[in-house]
């Protein structure tokens, strides 16, 4: 508890002196990626969120502002921005392993909730027809899981999420492979 106090007071220090620092250099990339970094560090997510968006506005081709914002959307479970932002990202450097990692988890958990909503609608009234629309969102996740694959295959977890997608869309013997490589990971 002591530990995050004191990581909180210094992260509150660094981003006084990184304003500070913005007032002379009010267009520094590096000082804005530093500043909202240290929001996210201060635990000040909202304002952390409203920095990454105006570094995306200010440098729309920069894949960190991009990347990071969409990290934070992620987290607010805002899956349409967070595919967005991620998708830039990954059109401005489409070797971004992290932010096509990233894009695939998007996709992934996006159509895990629609999944969990069509069930819970079906639960509450059985003449209602389920929404597939989840199985877009499945089939979208699976070429950047793919690519995340071939570019850290030494990876059991990504292995294992790709299984995961892959049997929510009935392809079981692909399902089986990506388990089986995660399990000789693992080992």
Not at 37 to 60: Q, R
Not at 73 to 89: C, S
Not at 139 to 157: F, G, T
Request: glycine share 4%; hydrophobic share 35%.
């Amino acid at each position: 508890m002591q530990d995050s106090v004191q990581s909180i007071e210094y992260y509150n220090k660094v981003i006084s002196l990184l304003k500070e620092g913005r007032k002379y250099f009010p267009n520094d990339s590096d000082l804005l990626l530093m500043l909202s970094n240290s929001y996210i560090g201060a635990n000040k997510i909202e304002v952390a969120m409203d920095a990454f968006k105006t570094g995306v506005e200010h440098e729309p081709n920069n894949k960190y502002y991009r990347y990071n914002y969409g990290v934070l959307l992620l987290g607010a479970q805002n899956f349409p921005l967070a595919a967005e932002e991620f998708e830039k990202a990954v059109q401005i450097d489409p070797e971004y392993q992290n932010a096509i990692y990233n894009l695939a988890v998007t996709y992934v958990k996006w159509g895990a909730e629609l999944a969990k909503k069509s069930q819970e609608k079906s639960d509450a009234n059985a003449n209602t027809a389920p929404d597939t629309s989840y199985v877009e969102k499945y089939r979208k996740a699976i070429p950047y899981l793919e690519k995340s694959v071939q570019m850290k295959p030494d990876d059991a977890n990504t292995w294992e999420l790709l299984g995961r997608v892959y049997t929510a869309l009935g392809n079981q013997e692909k399902a089986k492979n990506a388990f089986d490589k995660a399990d000789q990971l693992r080992k």
